[in-house]
């Protein structure tokens, strides 16, 4: 049942991705940007489109806050692989952006995908106006200074601070980095069904968590091949993640207690949210 929905809604969420994209001039950017949406689970987008209908909206009407979580997501993937920044060559099985181009078209390519995203918000006429500007404004907060990008510098900083950081610091920088796109992407079918988003806004919180510490447990225990990304990079840069502060057993045993309290939060739907729960699970099952 997860599997099906998770591959439908990333194939809805890439269909409307290149809907956009065919109206973009053809560009070496256009191009590096296709290159960047290719691949990846769409979990943020799966999310999006379950969450909304948990909330009583049609996947149809909800596939454009799907479409435009992913081109945040990739223009943030595209960046962070930058040799500015993790200085990586391989990312969803295939050379990275600045790899298979150069880094000003990596850069370019990113900063489009990003527009690409509030564009897809912001045109959408079958969606109230304001409940677009909500979705906007949101997905900024999430994604900009005070979100994603604050998680990217604290985990930069990091990398040169003179003591690694606590267990408390890697929390609240992931919260950032990986939680706050996570948490935007299962509260949006709030928003657009006008409802409360304060259960699933304790199930993103829960659920990013784990999502990162079964990251970190991928990094020591994983398969490049499977990943299609380099792996061990944190240990062999001496930076603090979840394994390294609780172990291998302790961060596997935590990323199951955040499970069960992401299942816990779901309680208010009922059956309804079974295919989240099954999310839930596999986000410390996966293999990539």
Excluded at 1 to 22: I, N, S, T, V, Y
Excluded at 98 to 103: F, G, L, N
Excluded at 120 to 127: H, Y
Excluded at 202 to 208: I, N, Q, V
Aim: hydrophobic share 50%; glycine share 8%; aromatic share 4%.
């Amino acid at each position: 049942m997860f599997a099906d929905a998770l591959r439908g809604a990333a194939a809805r969420a890439q269909a409307r991705l290149h809907a956009a994209l065919a109206k973009v001039p053809q560009s070496s950017v256009a191009e590096a940007m296709r290159h960047a949406l290719r691949g990846g689970k769409g979990l943020r987008g799966f999310l999006v489109i379950e969450s909304a209908r948990l909330h009583g909206v049609d996947a149809d009407d909800a596939v454009f806050a799907a479409a435009a979580v992913e081109a945040v997501h990739a223009y943030s993937l595209v960046h962070d692989d930058l040799p500015c920044m993790d200085d990586d060559d391989l990312r969803r099985g295939q050379p990275t952006v600045h790899r298979a181009w150069d880094e000003a078209t990596a850069v370019l390519a990113g900063d489009a995908l990003q527009a690409l995203a509030f564009q897809i918000l912001a045109e959408e006429e079958d969606c109230p106006p304001d409940l677009r500007v909500a979705l906007a404004a949101s997905l900024a907060r999430a994604a900009g200074a005070a979100g994603m990008v604050l998680g990217q510098a604290q985990d930069i900083a990091a990398e040169t601070a003179p003591e690694p950081l606590t267990l408390a610091a890697i929390t609240a920088l992931q919260a950032n980095k990986t939680g706050a796109l996570i948490g935007w992407s299962c509260e949006a079918g709030a928003v657009l069904g006008r409802a409360d988003p304060t259960a699933m806004r304790h199930f993103a919180r829960a659920l990013g968590l784990a999502f990162q510490i079964a990251d970190d447990i991928l990094d020591v225990e994983g398969d490049p091949e499977r990943t299609g990304k380099r792996l061990r990079k944190d240990a062999a840069a001496g930076k603090a993640t979840f394994v390294s502060l609780l172990g291998l057993e302790g961060a596997k045993a935590r990323a199951r207690d955040l499970v069960a309290e992401a299942e816990q939060a779901l309680r208010p739907y009922g059956a309804a949210a079974e295919t989240l729960r099954e999310a839930a699970r596999f986000v410390i099952a996966r293999e990539s």
